[in-house]
């Protein structure tokens, strides 16, 4: 029985989820034990890996011979980006007492999507599209806010690393989609890992660090670096393949709730109240923002829901 596409990206969006819900959790436990670039080393490194297995067997590798230099310069853009990116996510992982908050910070993701597409594009957004925005940003403001200003300041701990990486999320999620008809996923993903392993190694090698680890910091970075610069990308880029990005934002923009969780049981940790609903808030902003998206494309091309709502072409 043929399983029909829809179901397939619905399918790869919602396992990206629990996969990046699980990457907050073991980063969280690995970077207690281990500096960054450690950390980078090992993720990173297993991650190539578990590429390399996964591509060997399948044939995967083959689509390297057939890349042009339009593709590798694409390659190029998209590892710069995403090195950036990911170091800023993993040193607001590091930095926060509690990855869940930085889990739900991460929903201003299709909030700098539209407003890229407004900036460089001369896009408008309509007035939903702003209630949208307003929205997620209240809801980033108390999800990110300490509670006492007086002792602690108004934001907690790694907000401002993880609101810049959402910038370099966001370029990202724009070109992947832009390209990813011609581009294998799991290509994309190990691409994303030969670059921030390579950094990670010069940065060790500069920096002197030792490469020796504990044993449950190598449990925790073997676990977290399958979910996630494996499992995690590749079903995200799966999932662009099958339904438009903004289906797919949606169903990973609830990705807090189980990092909520997750932390919980791993570290017995839990966001204040207020905390959890500024979560939820960005939640409901990143639905109203997408709904109108989706709304203004129907409505101005006879063809636009075809195209995805988050491609900035």
Known sequence: ??????IKGYAFAFL???SMANVYVFS???LNE???YQFGFYWFGMAIIYNVLYAVPSGKWKVIKRLGRKEYRILLVLGLVELFGTILFFLSIETADDPAIMSFLQNLVPLFVILMGVSFLGERFTVLQFSGMLITLLGAAVTSFTGNISEKGF???GTGYMVAST?????TMIISKKYIKNLDPGLLATNRSVYLFITALVLMLIKGESFSLSGTALVSVGIGSLIGPFLTAFSMYSALRFIEASKSTVIQSSKGIFVTIGAWMYFRTIPESFQVIGGIITIIGVIILITARDYQGIKTSPSAGAEPPFTVA
């Open 34 to 36: 281990l500096n960054l």
């Open 1 to 6: 029985m043929t399983i029909p596409d829809k």
């Open 16 to 18: 990206a989820t629990v």
């Open 167 to 171: 910038i370099f999320l966001a370029t």
């Open 28 to 30: 969280k436990a690995a």
């Open 155 to 157: 934001f907690v701990p």
